[in-house]
């Protein structure tokens, strides 16, 4: 894949070719070992520190002899290990440990409170947990049986019954080989966002990785080039962080930075200059806070070669932003915790187009269906769709063949989310089925209406939902968080109205509005509006006003 060629002609060209067998842990860390052990995988920023490395070499060593730890505590192929660890060298040697022995990882955040992990932990069935101490007080404070649960591993922790993670590795028994895998056999569960209802557990092949790399090479303009070295702030226990950044880089021969730092924008700039990072993972939400971070002091130094952005919409200022003050393009994309990977942007095919995700990925067929699983004209809305069999397809969710079957209309696997295709093939995104407001005829998608609010300099971020109403059938509702150094007052409402109102067509204008403290975000960044959407509902059910209004327009 070179970026001399045309997306018409890469598009048309494209076929998939997967090999008989395949496990990720020998193609992300044994075939590289084999090759250049002493070649860096893995990079620690420690700030002021020197940063710590890991080498191919080490990964392989390591990972084999977890591996053989893992099996002599009973792990075999199938059995299912949860990881609860953040970015960190112990995460991506339990993940390749788990995948050389067939059994199945379960990548959960470390954020998740005792109610979030134990209901993971209880639906995939989990044997084995590895986590620190923030997740073993969390382990501890989950008040519902584990069943499943045989083995808890931990990196530096020192609890009773607990197994120690360098013991396991350094004392472990036998080497317990490499499972023998397909590309179809079973590798991660990974838990759906929970946007909408309650989570769904993916489980997806050791193929999904293969899948991923049409769409890396894509979006990051021939990935990998000499230099290049990403990094990325999204969790690895997210479906982005560990399929968008870690796996395909580690299998490409790409240095990854991570840092146990939380996210700060003026500090992301830095770690860049510092680490010399080439390539980049942001979610929208990252963006837009190194937006308002950025100045001459924070830019200098930055070698940035490409900028991958998905999990949300990427609102057009920061789009534009980007372009004019980083000099890139960002390459947005799109998928799901079940399809990932199957819309792109890449600025060296020219496929890139503001508010537009971008096209197909290369290998993959998308397109916009009806609510009876007909593809539709170009130009109507409906909802984004990926027909099988494609390698980044989930195998199905972990034993709910119902919920499996419920997901596709024949052979289209439906995201339930809505989008428009436009006749040169871009595809907008419009919102999911249940983010779409109906208000007095109209559809409205909330991403526009965000983008909009977004770009007012007294809001940090913004929900909008549909607002039952016995005239209009739902009004447009905006809750929105204020923007450091504004006061949720009277003068602020004020503003943020005016502003929206001369921006946006009259039905697309939040007639009411409330300012709230905080917004819900899930594991991968993306806002919650299924709470925003049941506040709403029982403020119209109560007929309550709103409390800290925004305002309300007649």
Known sequence: MTASSSYADLYAGFRWNLPRRFNIAAACADVWAAREPNRICLIEDRGAD?????TYGE???????????????????????AIVLPQSFEAAIAHLAVYRLGAIAVPLALRFGPEALGFRLRASGARM??????????????DEALPDLAEVVAVGAETPGVLDFAELETQAGPDAGTADTTPDDPAM?????????PPKGALHGHRVLLGHLPGMRFHHDGFPQTGDRLWTPSDWAWAGGLLNALLPSLLLGVPVVFTKVRFEAAEAFALIARQKIRNAFLPATALRMMKGAASPEALAGLDLRTIGSAGETLPRDTFLWARETLGLTVNEFYGQTECNMVLGSSAAYGVSRAGAIGKPVPGHRVAILDSDGREVTRGTTGTIAVKAPDPVMFLGYWQDPAAT????????????????????????????????????GYRIGPGEIEDCLMTHPGVA???????????????????????????????LAASIQKFVRERLSAHEYPREGAFVNEMPLTTSGKIVRRVFREKAAREAASDAPPTTALGRAS
């Not at 020197?50 to 890991?54: H, N």
């Not at 569960?189 to 209802?197: D, E, K, P």
């Open 461 to 491: 971020l913004a929900a909008v939902v549909g607002k039952p109403d016995p005239m209009r059938t739902e009004i447009v509702k905006a809750y929105v968080v204020p923007a450091d150094g504004f006061a949720p007052d009277a003068a």
């Open 59 to 81: 990964l392989s060593r390591r990972s084999a002899r977890l591996a053989a730890g893992f099996a002599a505590r009973g792990v075999g192929r199938g059995d299912r290990v």
């Open 129 to 142: 947990v590895v986590t620190e101490s923030a997740g073993i007080a969390t382990l501890a404070a989950v």
């Open 405 to 440: 079957a419920a997901k596709f209309s024949g052979d289209w696997l439906t995201t339930g989310d809505q989008g428009v295709m436009d006749d040169k093939g871009y595809v907008t995104f419009f919102g999911r089925d249940d983010d779409v407001i109906t208000s007095a």
């Open 189 to 197: 569960i990974i838990f759906t966002s929970g946007t909408t209802g």
């Open 50 to 54: 020197p940063a710590r490395t890991l």
